[in-house]
Nanobody, 125 residues
């Protein structure tokens, strides 16, 4: 089984930046099954929504329209870690951010089978 552990959340002012990290751990046979990784977020009282996803090589990415041009997803396969660089943050970006992983980017953008426990991002002055 794969474990996903997020870090990097916190309180930031509007217009500021944060970088989230998600490290994957577990048995090698499980790790190699999570070729694609991504991020979702959930604000209080709202449904969890897709934010961004990335394929194994990093050449394929997908973003929600609400974050395009502001957020960048990347990965370091040697460290089994995916990152989410968030710039020009807005109060509406406030949410718990969850790491997700599965075999394909299509699965990550629809129904990922592996989830982290989340990290809180609060954008407020």
């Amino acid at each position: 089984q794969v474990q996903l552990v997020e870090s990097g959340g916190g309180l930031v002012q509007p217009g500021g930046s944060l970088r989230l990290s998600c490290a994957a751990t577990g048995r090698f046979s499980s790790i190699i099954s999570i070729n694609a990784m991504g991020w979702y977020r959930q604000a209080p009282g709202e449904q969890r929504e897709f934010v961004a996803a990335i394929g194994f090589s990093g050449g394929s990415t997908s973003y929600a329209d609400s974050v395009k041009g502001r957020f960048t997803i990347s990965r370091d396969n040697a460290k089994k870690t995916v990152y989410l660089q968030m710039n020009s943050l807005k109060p509406e970006d406030t949410a718990a951010y969850y790491c997700a992983a599965d075999r394909t980017i299509n699965k990550v953008t629809s129904t990922p089978g592996n989830w982290g426990r989340g990290t809180q991002v609060t954008v407020s002055s």
